[in-house]
C-alpha cells in the first residue's frame, strides 16, 4: 500500500513538472507569435552588446556560447527566465552566422531556424530547456551538432 502511495506522489510531480514545462514553453510560443525575424536579429544584437560589456566571450562558437552559458549560470532563476528570449534570439543568430539558415515559424507555429531544407532547429526552446535543467541540457552542445544535423538525410514518406 505504502509502495502505491510513494508511486502516487512520484507520477503527480512528473506530471506538475510537465505541465510547467509544456506552460513554460507555450509561453515562449505566445510571446514569439507577433514578432518577425528582424525582432529576433534586433534582439539579439542588444544582448551581444550586453554580454561585451559583461566581458563575455561573444564569439559564435561551442567555446563562447559555454560561456553565455556560464554567464546565464550566474544570474538568479528569475533572471534567468527574463532571458529566455535574449539568449535564444543570440543563439539562432550565431547557427546562422555560422552554419547559414533563417529565422522561419515552422508548422508548429514556434520560430526557430530553418538550417536546410524543411530541417529546424528551435533556439529559443533549447535555451528554455536549459534554463529549466542546465546539468541536462545546453545549447552550446547542440551547435557543436549542427553540422550533423545539416548532413542527416532527408525523411521520405515511403
Not at 506538475?16 to 505566445?30: M, N, Y
Not at 508548429?108 to 529559443?124: A, D, L, M, T, V
Amino acid at each position: 500500500m505504502r509502495f502505491y502511495k510513494i508511486l502516487t506522489v512520484f507520477i503527480l510531480i512528473l506530471i506538475t513538472i510537465g505541465f510547467f514545462l509544456f506552460q513554460q514553453a507555450t509561453t515562449c510560443t505566445v510571446l514569439s507569435q507577433g514578432m518577425s525575424s528582424e525582432d529576433f536579429k534586433r534582439i539579439a544584437t542588444v544582448f551581444r552588446r550586453d554580454l561585451h560589456l559583461a566581458n563575455v566571450d561573444t564569439s559564435c562558437s561551442e567555446a563562447g556560447l559555454q560561456k553565455v552559458e556560464e554567464y546565464l549560470r550566474g544570474k538568479s532563476k528569475e533572471e534567468q527566465k527574463g532571458m529566455i528570449m535574449h539568449v535564444g534570439s543570440y543563439f539562432g543568430e550565431c547557427v546562422i552566422e555560422s552554419y547559414g539558415g533563417v529565422w522561419s515559424r515552422h508548422e508548429s507555429g514556434s520560430w526557430g531556424i530553418e538550417i536546410s531544407e524543411g530541417k529546424f532547429i528551435f533556439p529559443i526552446n533549447k535555451v528554455l530547456k536549459f534554463v529549466e535543467e542546465p546539468n541536462v541540457d545546453s545549447f552550446s552542445s547542440m551547435y557543436a551538432m549542427i553540422p550533423y544535423i545539416i548532413e542527416l538525410p532527408e525523411k521520405t514518406n515511403d
